[in-house]
């Protein structure tokens, strides 16, 4: 299976992680100070497993943005 990009884990290329299993978690933060200015956070976590080259791995993605 292969893995990576806005659907799983960003930062990472479109499917340019091949894994036999893996666990993902992807946290979103908004803060709103109006109706026109907002902040925002993103962190995503992925643990995965590949049993032909039997690696094991932990790859991090995180971004910040304000919209206005």
Known sequence: MRFG???SI???EENSIY?????V???EYR???SNAI???SITDF???QNQIT???EKLYGFGFGILT
Do not use: E
Not at 19 to 23: E, G, H, I, P, W
């Open 5 to 7: 990009f806005i659907n």
């Open 10 to 12: 960003r930062g990472f």
């Open 19 to 23: 894994a036999s299993l893996f666990n």
């Open 25 to 27: 978690i992807n946290t």
């Open 31 to 33: 803060y709103q100070f």
């Open 38 to 40: 907002y902040i925002h």
């Open 46 to 48: 992925t643990h995965y």
């Open 54 to 56: 039997n690696t094991k």
